[in-house]
């Protein structure tokens, strides 16, 4: 009798801890939306818009759609290259193994969706935390300077950081190689990276789609409203390699130590952003599975 009331107490218990985690979240996301709400742009960011618009004007829409469909093409690849490699399946490996110390019957990564969310959430940190440590290993290669490092910032940027996107969705089971999660994974890198004051839209209409597996278009820049503003990212780590370039000539003791604190701290950033972003659309797509 003392053991049924013991385990009865125990899945109580775990019940309430289950519910607690989902409360937490749901505040925080909660919270998060209302900072994307009420965010006010800068001068700057709005000063970069009203010049990249006007800029794109005085091109024929045949050359600023070719433009796009590079960008949109490039990052197709980029995302392919990312998910085919040995490395991306090395993480699958691993996150595998971790969601089976939770759950002995997980065989695969479709299996990880039965777990709680506050096991796939742990793990799901556990792949931020490994990507934020390569940003700023990444963006200090970028701070010494040297023109190697200085060409492929950008790149290595959007690889990390889609494969961040990639990362949190096998964490919640979802695998990056279908098109429906290549899409999703393209999405959030895309909302994630545009200006502040686009976001909670995009974000919104991200949100009103869970639930809808159907949905295997990818809206690319070529067919948004306005699909400039996705530039002010790669023209901010621009700005980002101008400043490593001139800070990178004041060294202590043969080290731009100013330059390389600066592009680790921005890489740092973006993909604590990116990673946010991504990490919030998981959750809340975990609870609308619940639903």
Known sequence: MKLIILIRIESEGKAVTVRSSEEQWKQKITDWEHTLY?????????TVDYWLDLAFE????????????????????LHGFIRQSSFQQQAEERILKMA????????????????????????????????????????GMTGTGKLSTLAVDIPAF????????????????????TPHEMVKALQLFYCATIPKKYQFDRWQSLTKDLGEDEDLYF????????????????????????????LGRRKVNGIPIVGMVTA???????????????HHYY?????????
């Not at 009420?38 to 709005?46: Q, V, W």
């Not at 959750?283 to 639903?291: G, I, T």
């Open 58 to 77: 005085y091109l024929p829409a045949e050359t600023k759609d070719m433009f796009f469909s590079q960008i949109d093409t490039w990052l197709f690849h």
């Open 219 to 246: 809206d690319t820049l070529s067919e948004k409203d306005h699909p400039t503003i996705w530039l002010q990212q790669p023209l901010f780590h621009l700005v980002k390699l101008l400043f490593v370039i001139v």
């Open 38 to 46: 009420s965010h006010e742009p800068s001068n700057f960011s709005t």
């Open 100 to 139: 089976q110390s939770y759950k002995e019957d997980v065989e695969t990564i479709e299996d990880i969706q039965k777990l709680t969310l506050s096991q796939k959430a742990f793990i799901a940190e556990q792949q931020i935390a490994k990507q934020k440590l390569y940003s700023v290993i990444q963006g």
């Open 283 to 291: 959750v809340m797509r975990h609870l609308s599975a619940k639903k």
């Open 158 to 177: 959007a690889a990390l950081n889609i494969r961040t996107t990639q990362l949190i969705a096998l964490s919640y089971g979802y695998r990056a190689s």
């Open 264 to 278: 680790a701290g921005t890489n740092y950033y973006w993909t604590k952003e990116v990673s946010r972003f991504a």
